[in-house]
């Protein structure tokens, strides 16, 4: 199974810009990859998806706009863009990996099996 480790994640003021990356063992041929993320007492949201050829994304409508998915299959490494962040923005962003086949719209990136140990993003007000 692809191991995934994700980077980037820090303190941003609302308004803000921040990058996340997330470095793959290796990018996984015929993929859906995709960010969720959680917050405290909250549960798993998926907000982004991505497949191999990078012609067909996912975002969620609270994200929508504001963030952007990308990948290098080159470099196995995933993106996150996050701009405008938003206080609600705030929690812990997982990157997660999973087959095309399962997911053909890489739709639901909460539900996709392979995922990294996550990097935490804080927003202030």
């Known amino acids: 199974q692809v191991q995934l480790v994700e980077s980037g994640g820090g303190s941003v003021q609302a308004g803000g810009s921040l990058r996340l990356s997330c470095a793959a063992s290796y990018m996984p041929t015929r993929s859906c990859m995709g960010w969720f993320r959680q917050a405290p007492g909250k549960g798993r949201e998926g907000i982004a998806g991505i497949n191999t050829d990078s012609d067909r994304t996912y975002y969620a409508d609270s994200v929508k706009g504001r963030f952007t998915i990308s990948r290098d299959n080159a470099k196995s490494t995933l993106y996150l863009q996050m701009n405008n962040v938003k206080p609600e923005d705030g929690a812990m962003y997982y990157c997660?990996?999973?087959?095309?086949?399962?997911?053909?719209?890489?739709?639901?990136?909460?539900?996709?099996?392979?995922r990294g140990q996550g990097t935490q993003v804080t927003v202030s007000s």
């Open positions: 997660a990996a999973d087959n095309l086949s399962r997911f053909s719209t890489c739709s639901r990136p909460g539900d996709f099996r392979a």
